[in-house]
């Protein structure tokens, strides 16, 4: 639902930032998708498969005359996959429609009237070219899994696939009654049919972007885990891998439902699925149906994939109940899940197991910006949707998230957190909403802040010394910003100050290029150490001079 295009046509406001609207995506402010029902018949003769879909639409606006989706059009270049629409029925009547550029454009059949609320039934069918794979599984079995992410739901759901309209879905599924099928929601229908098919109905009564809609049609080993809140949480697996994907799925799940509950807000969906699939590589975060690689189940509970599962939980709040406006602010979902994988690991497993995650993410901002010094975080080179994310988006946006910890302190930050999710929960947000929430708690402007870090390039370079002034029984710094680049950011800094038996942290401010630091210091300092707790994203050659 796009309540958030409404907000911004009655209160316009615009970023001084960033252009508000670089996403180059054809939004339509007078459109809104409520809810899509995909009746998908799926078989084992074939792999294409038919869908008969119904979505429903709210007009906010007068004078529409059509309704534009996308689907991929089946085509020689795609070696004959893709969909090919048949009609389009409202009311009983037939529509006339285009279908071309992989646009399907419905005329209406008459001028849409403000507030206006129509359903639209589409018949399709095809070999999804991809986002829906159809192969099998490691073990030789039969499988179809969805693979939406970024923007593939379109290759065999016919969609406004884009972040920026969220609605409720629906799968009714049609399949051979030896699958299983696990998709978004609650499962309300399930019903043997004639000719060894069986149909499946799940709903997802809260609204989410595309890329979220998940569909597994398989042969399973289901368990139902436990609870929370009255939701189920389940393990779904390869019967091969029962045992060990059991035991994997395990934990941390339920502990890390509590953990973000309790300190975000409340989850929101109806239940959450951990399935073994063969359509991702690593997790897909699928609203309550979370998806991973099928070689992630190995039966040892390693640390590598529980932290996935961690990022894939932590993404039911982040990413997917508060969604990112346009594509440019995706770290606004990656760059959230991957620091509250941090934090929920700070919580369950300990400050030092924190502070080694918060060290191995700078290695890897490190080593990208090596070779990617011109990357910034927010962007705006979405003509190719695969470099929609980079290991930067993940790791630097973690890193800034920590680093605005460290500077609105730590109760203030999550006061802030709480309070954007309660504000944007299954709605849209943008970097600059974000930023206004997190200086209406802390009462700092922080457009520096998001501007050197977010917008800008660069990398934080200190090099400098210290001395003792033993007249005046200061502590003089000298520090100069030192990269190459053009950046430069003002930051406050920790200065950890250690005499025989003494020791203290002063907050120094970094505002300049070059600073010259004074403070008074009542022992004899031995040693001074810069940032001491590991809050900020910096290389320094500090020493006595
Ligand atoms: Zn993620």
Redesign the pocket.
């Known amino acids: 639902m796009q309540i958030r295009l409404l907000l911004l046509l009655l209160f316009p406001v615009y970023s001084l930032m960033a252009l508000p609207f670089s996403d180059p995506y054809p939004k339509n402010p007078n459109i809104d998708a409520l809810n899509y029902r995909f009746s998908i018949k799926v078989s084992d003769t074939t792999d294409e498969i038919s869908c008969e879909e119904t979505v429903d639409i709210r007009y906010l606006a007068a004078g529409e005359t059509s309704l534009r989706l996308d689907l991929i059009k089946a085509s020689a270049k795609l070696e004959n996959k893709g969909m090919v629409v048949s009609k389009v029925i409202s009311e009983g009547k037939t529509l006339a429609f285009t279908h071309e550029n992989d646009v399907l454009t419905i005329e209406l059949p008459a001028p849409a009237v403000k507030n206006q609320r129509s359903s639209y039934i589409i018949h399709y069918k095809g070999i999804p070219a991809t986002g829906l794979k159809i192969a099998n599984n490691k073990y030789g079995d039969r499988t179809f899994f969805s693979d939406n992410w970024p923007n593939k739901g379109r290759n065999w759901l016919a969609t406004i696939d884009h972040p920026y309209d969220k609605a409720t879905c629906e799968f009714i599924v049609t399949a051979p009654d030896h699958y299983q099928v696990v998709s978004n929601g609650l499962k309300v229908e399930e019903t043997n049919l004639p000719n060894s098919e069986r149909r499946t109905h799940w709903k997802q009564s809260v609204p989410i972007a595309t890329w979220l809609y998940v569909l597994g049609v398989a042969e399973f080993a289901v368990q139902y885990v436990g609870e929370f809140d009255g939701k189920s949480i389940e393990t779904w697996v390869y019967p091969q891998d029962r045992d060990a994907g059991f035991y994997d799925f395990a934990i941390p799940t339920k502990s890390a439902l509590a953990f973000y509950s309790d300190r975000i807000g409340p989850f929101s969906y109806e239940k959450l699925a951990n399935i073994q699939s063969n359509s991702v590589s690593g997790?897909m975060?699928a609203a309550s149906a979370i998806l991973y690689s099928e070689n992630s189940v190995v039966g040892d509970r390693n640390e590598r994939w529980r932290n996935v599962v961690i990022?894939?939980v932590a993404?039911q709040w982040f990413?997917n109940a508060v969604t990112e406006y346009d594509w440019d602010d995706v770290w606004l979902?990656?760059g959230f899940?991957?620091y509250f994988t941090l934090l929920f690991i700070e919580h369950q497993y300990g400050r030092d197991a924190f502070v080694e995650g918060l060290k191995k993410s700078k290695k890897t901002v490190d080593d990208f910006y090596i070779k990617n010094p011109d990357y910034r975080i927010v962007h705006d080179n979405l003509s190719d949707m695969s470099k929609v994310v980079s290991i930067q988006t993940?790791q630097k946006g973690s890193w800034i998230l920590h680093m605005l910890r460290g500077i609105v302190g730590t109760d203030v930050f999550w006061k802030g957190i709480t309070s954007y999710y309660k504000k944007y929960k299954d709605i849209n947000a943008t970097t600059d909403d974000f930023r206004s929430v997190m200086e209406e708690v802390s009462g700092l402007d922080l457009k520096p802040f998001f501007q050197q870090w977010l917008y800008q390039p660069g990398t934080l370079k200190y090099k400098g010394t210290w001395q003792f002034d033993k007249k005046k029984q200061e502590v003089v710094i000298a520090l100069d910003q030192v990269q190459k680049d053009s950046s430069f950011f003002e930051m406050p800094l920790e200065v950890a100050v250690y005499g025989k038996e003494n020791e203290f942290i002063k907050t120094i401010q970094l505002d300049k290029k070059s600073n010259t630091i004074r403070f008074p210091v009542d022992f004899i300092p031995e040693k001074l150490v810069l940032d001491p707790n590991f809050l900020v994203l910096m290389e320094a050659d500090f020493k006595k001079g």
């Open positions: 997790g975060e990022h894939e993404h990413g979902s990656e899940a991957t993940y």
